[in-house]
């Protein structure tokens, strides 16, 4: 495979993101993430203290910083220009990761069509490729974590004080975007240590400096008291105290009483079946296929190490799987040796079988991006049962970025100048501002005075006597409604 085709893929998903960015509402968490943004930039530039008031404030906040600086160096005043652009900027970086990703997967399996296919898996998976826009917190750590791999497999590769001190900044970008992050640097040393026993403990130490200098400098959460900030970050988000409840199975439970199956179960109903079957195929045969054993470990260890640490410590989790996307990169290389390891069989109809199967599910999920967009997060495969029964079993659309697609049917189907709605979720008063027509609506307090109730289904409240107007599904689950009040 030429570099051309390489370079050609990667165009198509950065002008894709360009093209779309603009289409996605604004999700629960993106006025939280902003505000603990707007709070560091004001500690660091006005000396306010309001920082460590907050509730979010042992949220790495990194990225938050940068996405709030940017906003004030364009002096964008507008919600809806101030959204755009983190989206705009959230995708960009995460792009980053996607092309970090394929370094990644060129560097262990030495193969472009392997590593273009490792990169089609994680930026073509739907549930990705919405959050890739809309979610500061969690595909920004994955994108961060994949940078950070990739920077620690090269110093692990070559322990030179120029790749020390790249690992320990990356690494140290990774930590403070979120905590978790120092399952990189604790794997890293434990796999140094193996590597290289006692004659590289120099490169090693210089590792451990830049990591922890790096992390002070880019977390200021830490500059007035940074162990003592740090050990309490380390236990918050530990066990983090906010519990909201979670729909699974159809039983409605607090983050903090989730099955430990939890997570392997979301995985196996949202990822795209074939990288399923594939990852089996890669954890029988992870031993068989040729790989330096320092690349399979770090691998297994990237995925294992934080799905054990997750169950073991019953961590508190929300809807879905999206505070573990970090590990799918992991999930997926193991997925790519064991096609790697199918495709080496001498039966021709077997490797034609097998890649046809592949691709004919990447198209798949393709399409469904294309075809569902911008809701592409509300993405099962066949695992999760009929689709009539999806709804009534998982959360859905739990973010509420379909408010603004039920705004702007409002705003194109209702002529007066003034509407009245009654919302089900906060998503629904955030996204006024996204629609077409902003000026045009007025929350309501009271269902009993409102003209509409709009729903994203996160609470369960559903206008049985009421008629509904409008409804928006994907691929035949219902995720968002307005319904006709007066």
């Not at 050609?8 to 998903?13: G, L, N, Q, S």
């Not at 959204?83 to 394929?102: D, E, K, S, V």
């Not at 439970?253 to 795209?272: A, S, V």
């Amino acid at each position: 495979m030429s570099k051309f085709i390489v370079i050609t893929f990667f165009i198509i998903v950065f002008i894709s993101g360009v093209l779309t960015y603009k289409d996605f509402g604004i999700s629960w968490d993106e006025p939280i993430q902003r505000k603990l943004g707007l709070a560091v930039y004001n500690y660091i530039f006005n000396g306010s203290d309001q920082m460590f008031k907050s509730a979010d404030r042992y949220y790495g906040s990194v990225f938050e910083f940068i996405l709030v600086a940017v906003e004030k160096v364009l002096n964008f005043t507008s919600e809806k220009e101030i959204y755009y652009t983190r989206h705009l900027i959230t995708f960009i970086f995460n792009f980053i990761g996607y092309i970090f990703f394929y370094k990644i997967s060129q560097f262990v399996f030495k193969n472009r069509f392997l590593s273009l296919l490792a990169v089609s898996f994680l930026a073509f998976s739907p549930l990705i490729f919405a959050h890739s826009f809309y979610n500061s917190k969690d595909s920004v750590f994955m994108s961060g974590v994949i940078i950070a791999s990739y920077f620690s497999l090269r110093f692990l590769n070559n322990s030179s004080t120029r790749n020390a001190f790249m690992a320990g900044f990356f690494c140290a970008l990774a930590i403070t975007i979120r905590i978790p992050g120092l399952f990189i640097p604790f794997i890293s040393v434990i796999l140094f240590v193996f590597k290289f026993r006692a004659s590289k403990n120099k490169s090693l130490i210089f590792y451990i400096v830049f990591l922890i200098i790096f992390t002070y400098i880019l977390w200021p959460l830490l500059w007035s008291s940074p162990l003592k900030e740090f050990v309490s970050a380390f236990y918050a988000m530990k066990k983090f105290p906010t519990a909201a409840s979670t729909i699974f199975f159809g039983n409605t439970i607090p983050g903090d009483e989730i099955p430990w199956y939890f997570i392997p179960i979301w995985m196996g109903i949202t990822i795209p079946f074939t990288q399923i079957l594939l990852f089996i195929c890669g954890v029988i045969t992870i031993f068989k296929y040729r790989m330096e054993d320092t690349y399979k470990s770090y691998i297994m260890l990237w995925l294992v190490i934080p799905l054990a640490s997750v169950i073991l410590m019953r961590s508190v989790l929300y809807d879905g799987w999206r505070q573990m996307f970090f590990v799918y990169p992991g999930f997926i290389l193991i997925s790519i040796g064991g096609l790697k390891y199918l495709l080496d069989s001498k039966l021709a109809f077997v490797r034609f079988f097998v890649i046809s199967a592949v691709l004919i599910n990447l198209m798949q999920a393709v399409y469904f991006i294309y075809k569902w967009h911008p809701n592409q997060s509300v993405y099962f495969n066949f695992l999760a049962g009929e689709k009539s029964e999806i709804s009534k079993k998982f959360s859905r659309d739990y973010w509420g970025l379909v408010y603004k697609q039920l705004y702007d049917y409002l705003s194109e189907n209702d002529e007066r100048e003034k509407v009245t709605v009654f919302v089900d979720t906060y998503p629904g008063e955030t996204n006024i501002a996204m629609s077409k027509s902003p000026q045009k609506f007025e929350l309501s307090q009271s269902l009993a005075n409102s003209d509409y109730f709009l729903t994203n289904f996160r609470t369960g409240v559903i206008l049985e006597n009421s008629k509904k107007v409008y409804s928006v599904v994907v691929d035949g689950v219902e995720i968002g409604a307005v319904y006709k009040v007066n």
